[in-house]
Each structure stands twice: as structure tokens, then as C-alpha cells.
């Protein structure tokens, strides 16, 4: 093999292990708040309202998955930067929680009517 080759692989691999370190850095991230949304999950089973658990849990899977790509911090959950920022910047945390938001509920909403009553036990 010519050298170029060498360099070639090197700059292949070193690619790989640098798109595997950032899928493990996000995941890594995101494990508190798909946690917290578990929990979330798990408690409102039992509600009788299928819209308002609707409406939770897309708000859980907002809050929890929801990344932001904000300045030099990298990938950041927006719930984070939506308590820290203030004014203006506060929209980078709060507008992608809300577009995920307004996205995850009729997602989480056809199997719920397909379900039918969310109050049976599981």
C-alpha cells in the first residue's frame, strides 16, 4: 500500500471514532431527562383523560429528547438552555421544545384513540 492509502484509512477511522464519540456524547446527555420522562410515563397510565395524557407525555418526550445546537456548547438539551438564557437567547432552548412538542402529539395521539381507554391496566 502507497502512503496515500495509509493517510486515506487514518482519516476514515479517525472519522468513525469521531461520529461514534459524538452519538455517545448526545446519548449520554439525553439519559437524565428519557428518565425523567419514563417516570413521567409510567405515572400518568392511569389517567382517564386521553387528551390531557396526550399532552403530557408529548410534553415529557419535548423536554427530554429535544437537543439545541447553541454556540460553541455544542449539543445541549433546550430545556437547559431555556433555564439559564434570558431574554432573546431564551428562544434557542424554547422554540425547539415547542416544535417538538406540537410534533410528538398527534404522534402519541393516534395509537391513544386507536387504544381506546388509556385507564385499562397494562
Do not use: C
Amino acid at each position: 500500500m502507497s502512503p496515500y492509502h495509509w493517510y486515506a484509512l487514518k482519516d476514515a477511522l479517525t472519522f468513525v471514532f469521531e461520529m461514534l464519540f459524538m452519538i455517545l456524547y448526545a446519548a449520554v446527555i439525553s439519559l437524565p431527562g428519557l428518565g425523567i420522562a419514563y417516570v413521567g410515563w409510567n405515572l400518568s397510565r392511569r389517567w382517564q383523560s386521553t387528551a390531557a395524557q396526550t399532552l403530557f407525555r408529548s410534553g415529557l418526550i419535548a423536554v427530554a429528547v429535544t437537543p439545541s445546537v447553541w454556540g460553541h456548547a455544542g449539543i445541549l438539551p433546550a430545556i437547559l438552555l431555556a433555564l439559564i438564557l434570558s431574554g432573546r437567547e431564551k428562544l434557542a432552548g424554547v422554540v425547539p421544545i415547542l416544535v417538538v412538542w406540537v410534533v410528538a402529539i398527534p404522534i402519541i395521539d393516534t395509537p391513544a384513540k386507536r387504544r381506546g381507554s388509556p385507564a385499562r391496566p397494562a
